[in-house]
């Protein structure tokens, strides 16, 4: 795996017995020694620390104003910048001129500076686009720094032992915390549908952060695997399977993060690629839409399992764009695109599995219940 | 006992009825099992059919009929408790068993020693 990238907790997953994989470029843990169920389930029950150094930590600054910089970020996607308040974050997405999505991302203001975490796969794609449609800002990527998240219902605890005003944050506060493991950018967010945090770190103070973390108790390494599987549960998207380019927003039932002025009537309509298609369908529906999927049994329908209406002959309706066993709900999980007329919960459709047509029935998301602070 | 290159094991219980379950090495690739499917008792098997589908937190994989004959008792409990091919899959977690007319299949196979170094 020589040609991969590596983080800076690389050497730290082998001490601990990870198996590393290639993973967008980076050389990355699938899982520990204790298993993709055992780390799912210990997150959902104490605190799971995560190494999510690979996704991309951007800065963008206006020479103007922060007022500027936000202003111009509007014109890429369909989120309200401008009033996002200093210490917050939201979670947006980049949309192309028909209305599909070119990345998600996290985005923070953070006073005199947007700070935005996006894709790992998509990152250079990001940049580029950024510096080509904010030409009066400068896009910096942050390269010197790791990025872990440690999630679950004790990753309060834990992390307030070390950095005390962690625990007064809210769900998508973000803050600079000075540390003994120097300036920490921290958010309470993450990406498994429970309480937690992100924690940017500098490169060389890494490591000490994380065997501090993992010291505790209730805290133990979670690779990849079970990353997959806690943020499927969640029913949250990733992006390159469950949204991509040629999905909408809103086919993505991802119409909450657009907000109210930047829809139909808004103070600021529009004025983002695509803005036509994504607001027309968010007005009157898309003709198919991303689904929650419970299929009856154990076996989980994976990514690319064909949908039909019925177990008897016909066209394919839709395709499974995630599914797995999730460990929480102890029942298989999907999601997936069907047509509008097939989305409302309690439906019941076919998936081909090994050549049958199993029963799956259409099913809310999330499947487990987020479990963040307010 | 006899080994399969597919890291199955072979386990001869006499009467022509082999035993057969995939190997710790296996089970440790293959991760967390969720689901296994097994297949129906009195089917006719030829060596090489996929007549077994693991699925594990990871992937999907089969299990190949590894010398023709009759499956004659499939392991119902591991439909219930798959996660038993992690905990125990030399013992508890056979999948099924086959009574061959013809174990001379079985002489194609790796002894512990051979299978040991194939897995390195």
């Known amino acids: ?374 | 006992m006899k080994f399969t290159e597919e890291h199955e094991w072979l386990r001869n219980d006499g009467d022509d009825v082999i035993v057969v379950g995939i190997t710790e090495h296996a089970s440790e690739q293959l991760g967390d099992v969720v689901f296994v499917e097994l297949p129906e008792i009195g089917t006719q098997v030829t060596k090489g059919d996929e007549i077994v589908v693991i699925e594990s937190v990871k992937a999907a994989s089969d299990i190949l009929a590894p010398i023709d004959g009759e499956i004659v008792e499939v392991n119902e409990a591991l439909i219930d408790d798959p996660a038993k091919v992690n905990s125990d899959p030399l013992g508890d977690a056979w999948f099924f068993k086959i009574k061959s007319a013809d174990l001379s299949q079985m002489d194609d196979y790796m002894d512990e020693d051979a299978y040991q170094s194939f897995i390195g």
């Open chain 1, 1 to 374: 795996m020589s040609d991969l990238e590596t983080t800076p907790l690389t050497a730290l997953h082998r001490a601990l017995g990870a198996k590393m994989v290639p993973f967008a470029g980076y050389e990355m843990p699938v899982q520990f020694p204790a298993g993709v169920l055992k780390e799912h389930l210990h997150t959902r029950a104490a605190a799971g620390l995560f190494d999510v150094s690979h996704m991309g930590q951007v800065i963008v600054r206006s020479g103007e104003s922060h007022e500027s910089a936000a202003a111009a970020m509007e014109a890429l996607l369909p989120v309200d910048v401008l009033d996002l308040p200093e210490g917050r974050q939201r979670y947006g997405v980049f949309t192309n001129e028909t209305g599909g999505i070119l990345d998600d991302l996290m985005l923070a203001n953070r006073g005199d500076h947007l700070f935005l975490v996006v894709n790992a796969a998509r990152r250079d794609h990001d940049i580029a686009h950024l510096r080509a449609g904010l030409p009066r800002c400068r896009i910096e990527e942050i390269k010197h720094r790791a990025l872990l998240a440690l999630q679950g219902p004790k990753a309060e605890a834990v992390l307030a032992g070390l950095v005390p005003g962690v625990a007064s944050m809210r769900f998508m506060d973000v803050g600079v915390f000075r540390s003994d493991h120097g300036e920490l950018w921290i958010s309470r967010s993450g990406y498994t549908g429970e309480d937690g945090y992100e924690i940017s770190v500098g490169a060389g103070e890494a490591e000490t952060l994380a065997r501090a973390l993992l010291a505790h108790e209730d805290v133990a390494p979670v690779g990849l695997g079970a990353r997959d599987s806690l943020r499927l549960e969640a029913g949250l998207c990733l992006y390159g399977h469950d949204i991509d380019q040629t999905t909408t927003p809103i086919e993505a039932a991802l119409g909450w993060a657009i907000q109210k002025v930047r829809r139909r009537g808004g103070t600021r309509e529009g004025g983002f690629p695509g803005a036509a298609v994504i607001l027309d369908q968010l007005e009157n529906g898309a003709e198919r839409q991303r689904v929650g999927l419970r299929p009856e049994g154990r076996a989980p329908m994976r990514e690319g399992t064909t949908l039909f209406k019925t177990d008897g002959a016909g066209d394919p309706v839709g395709r499974v764009t995630s599914g797995a066993f999730g460990p929480t709900i102890g029942a298989p999980m999907s999601m997936g695109y069907v047509p509008a007329a097939l989305a409302d919960p309690g439906t019941r459709i076919h998936g081909d599995v090994r050549g049958k047509r199993m029963p799956v029935t259409v099913a809310n998301l999330p499947f487990t219940a987020a479990n963040f602070k307010r």
